[in-house]
């Protein structure tokens, strides 16, 4: 069964404070690595894709990187309106009947809280 | 370009009503989902639909039912809704190469 665990559960940090979410995972068949933002009341938003260990990308303050057990969300010099919960999903391969289907299984989440 | 679009934005229902939660999606996408988001439960997922026409199981499809529509078109249908089915209810489509995924903004479900 493909897992996801996320720590820490919350951080809060000061305007510029850099740190970094952890993503752990476990899964069958690794189409791709995921990270998604959400902010109180909306749906998810899709930050990254990672498809392959050693894989890295950027968006603003934020980079993301994979390792074949983990993933890290850094950011760099956060500011209050990176203040969201961070999720990690991974999506693995599971055929049922035949067919081959993605599967996305979430974490439960990181509250990042940035105060000015 | 819409994206995803889901209706109702909040609904209360009273335990035993039936009711269609609506989802559609402008970016040709063949794949699409429905999930629930509960405190401490995360994101589950309770049907998938991969093409127009096809509809699978997910990890909580119990006391739940989805039609595919059309290819822009994806709903859930309870037709006896209970208390344990209060939640956050998201819909999402999946591009076909990449499996990004993009989520609409939400119905927040209560049953009383």
């Known amino acids: 069964e493909d897992q996801v665990t996320q720590s820490p559960e919350a951080l809060r940090l000061q305007e510029g404070e850099s740190s970094s979410l952890n993503c752990s995972y476990t899964?069958?068949?690794?189409?791709?690595l995921f990270w998604y933002r959400q902010d109180p009341g909306k749906g998810p938003e899709f930050l990254f894709t990672l498809y392959s260990a050693g894989e890295e990308k950027e968006k603003e303050r934020l980079k993301a990187t994979l390792t074949k057990k983990e993933s890290f969300l850094h950011i760099t010099a956060p500011k209050p309106e990176d203040s969201a919960t961070y999720l990690c999903?991974?999506?693995?391969?599971?055929?049922?009947?035949?067919?081959?289907?993605?599967?996305?299984?979430f974490g439960q989440g990181t509250i990042l809280t940035v105060h000015p | 370009n819409a994206g995803v679009t889901q209706t109702p934005k909040f609904q209360v229902l009273k335990t035993g009503q039936s009711m269609t939660l609506q989802c559609a999606q402008d970016?040709?996408?063949?794949?699409m989902y429905w999930y629930r988001q509960d405190p401490g439960m995360g994101l589950r997922l309770i049907y998938y639909?991969?093409?127009?026409?096809?509809?699978d199981k997910g990890e909580v499809p119990n006391g739940y039912n989805v039609s595919r529509l059309n290819k822009r078109e994806f709903s859930l249908r309870l037709e006896s809704a209970a208390p344990s089915q209060t939640s956050v209810y998201f819909c999402?489509?999946?591009?076909?190469?990449?499996?990004?995924?993009?989520f609409g903004p939400g119905t927040r479900l209560t049953v009383t």
């Open positions: 899964v069958s068949g690794l189409r791709g």
């Open positions: 639909s991969a093409s127009e026409g096809t509809t």
């Open positions: 999402a489509s999946e591009t076909t190469f990449t499996y990004e995924q993009y």
């Open positions: 999903a991974v999506q693995g391969e599971w055929i049922t009947g035949g067919t081959s289907y993605g599967k996305l299984t």
């Open positions: 970016m040709n996408h063949n794949s």
